[in-house]
């Protein structure tokens, strides 16, 4: 039987590509965040027979209470879902990080550094793929939404697609998309890859 998982990052937040918020720094759903949020929700209205799940940072507890008020299904938070622990990197802007030789190295080479004070790659790997297999024997056969990070959510699918850590620049994963995974007894298939919300809603029912 197939459990799916829905990958959901969280919707787009106060300055998003300006500063590195981590787990620190608390940051709200921008405008366009809440836009966004309220068409996951919108698009996942029908879903009520769902498993909801949520990382413990502010932008998304708030994406997760847009898809429960529209679906009803009361949210979880999972420290497995955090945010990468970024150490001494977080609250630091991109520009200020594009300066530090120990960022550049940790962006080319992310298999094997670690943020400064903070979690290596593997680290995170490792936290969310034990999650996602504590999750698939606890609720076999269901759909689990889970909204978390980009870096987490690249990690689980690098992982099922047979590829490195180091390949993370060839998955975009951008704000409130939804990446789609089964996983069963014969192994996992990504179902969509960085998806935006399509008219027709999200597709809930795993795969027989």
């Not at 622990?85 to 298999?111: H, Q």
């Not at 759909?143 to 699918?157: M, S």
């Not at 007894?185 to 999200?202: C, F, K, M, W, Y």
Request: proline share 6%; glycine share 8%.
């Amino acid at each position: 039987m197939t459990t799916r998982f829905l990958l959901i990052r969280h919707a787009s937040c106060v300055r998003m590509g300006e500063v590195l918020a981590g787990r620190r720094l608390e940051a709200p759903l921008s405008p366009v965040g809440q836009r966004e949020a309220r068409a996951l929700a919108a698009a996942m209205s029908q879903a009520h027979d769902v498993i909801l799940q949520t990382s413990p940072r502010q932008r998304t507890l708030c994406t997760a209470a847009a898809i429960a008020a529209a679906t009803g299904v009361s949210p979880t938070t999972e420290p497995a879902l955090d945010e990468v622990d970024f150490g001494e990197w977080t609250g630091r802007t991109f520009l200020e990080l594009e300066a530090d030789p120990r960022w550049r190295l940790w962006n080319e080479s992310r298999a094997t550094q670690r943020a400064p004070g903070g979690e290596s790659m593997l680290e995170v790997q490792t936290r969310i793929l034990a999650h996602l297999a504590r999750q698939r024997a606890r609720h076999h056969g269901r759909c689990i939404v889970l909204i978390t990070h980009a870096e987490l959510i690249r990690c689980a699918l690098l992982h099922y697609m047979g590829a490195p850590l180091d390949a993370w620049r060839g998955i975009e994963i951008g704000p409130a998309c939804v990446s789609t995974l089964d996983i069963d007894d014969g192994g996992a298939q990504v179902v969509t890859l960085n998806e935006r919300i399509p008219v027709s809603g999200i597709p809930i029912l795993p795969r027989t």
